[in-house]
């Protein structure tokens, strides 16, 4: 038996009727916690370089994964099995220049090939509204301004007034990645010390610019 068909059969024993009273109780939505917590612990070994923890914290992020399947199978919904077939189907289908006779030289043709194929691939998430793709709503803020950005850029999106392009211009110019952790760090203390949430500051900022750059293109009444 494979490593991974264990690892399978010991989550599906915890779940069981004689088993661990504390995994029984345990569903999507109280699981959540614990993977953000985990991916968190991974990503510091990652930024540490921890090779040594890395394999561990791993192992506690794949759990979360067989966990949240084994919920899945049991309602007759799905396993881990088709989790793992639609992730490599994607894979093989959205790499043709390594499966298939196509052939791609630099990243950048990889990544505008990517974004090709995905644009004609049925989606099954919900159709988003307006002229921003939908976004998982719980990014963290950072992200969530840096993907709402992504987006004015690759679509040219009318942000003149709502964001000053001159001064994103600048301070990119000035910065680094030691000076921008820096610089987001003394926000944060300020922020801090001023009794402000930083997070939901930059959250609430990033959602109105959505709204602003929409609202320019809505249809005059």
């Known amino acids: 038996m494979s490593a991974i068909e264990e690892l399978k059969v010991t989550m599906a024993r915890l ?11 345990q569903t999507h939505a109280t699981l959540v916690r614990c993977l953000i917590d985990e991916v968190s612990e991974l990503i510091d070994t990652i930024d540490r370089g921890d090779s040594a923890h890395m394999r561990e914290e791993l192992g506690d992020v794949l759990i979360q994964i067989v966990f949240h399947a084994q919920i899945e199978s049991e309602a007759g919904n799905f396993s881990f099995e088709d989790v ?29 090939k990517w974004e090709e194929i995905k644009a004609t691939e049925k989606k099954n998430g ?24 992504k987006q004015i850029e690759k679509q040219s999106l009318p942000a003149d007034g709502v964001v000053d392009a001159a001064q994103v211009r600048a301070l990119g110019e ?3 990645e030691a000076i921008l952790g820096k610089r987001l760090f003394e926000l944060t203390a300020a922020a801090r010390a001023k009794g402000l949430d930083p997070e939901g500051a930059l959250r609430l900022h990033a959602t109105n610019v959505m709204r602003d750059v929409e609202a320019r293109l809505q249809p005059a009444p």
């Open 126 to 149: 919900p159709v988003a509204k307006g002229v921003f793709k939908a976004l998982p709503p719980r990014l963290p803020a950072l992200m969530f301004a840096e993907a709402v950005w």
């Open 174 to 176: 000035q910065l680094d």
């Open 84 to 112: 793992a077939r639609e992730i490599n189907e994607k894979l093989v289908r959205r790499h043709p220049h390594v499966f298939g006779p196509s052939k791609l030289a630099t990243s950048e043709q990889v990544i505008a």
């Open 15 to 25: 779940r069981a009727p004689d088993g661990c009273p504390w995994d029984q109780e």
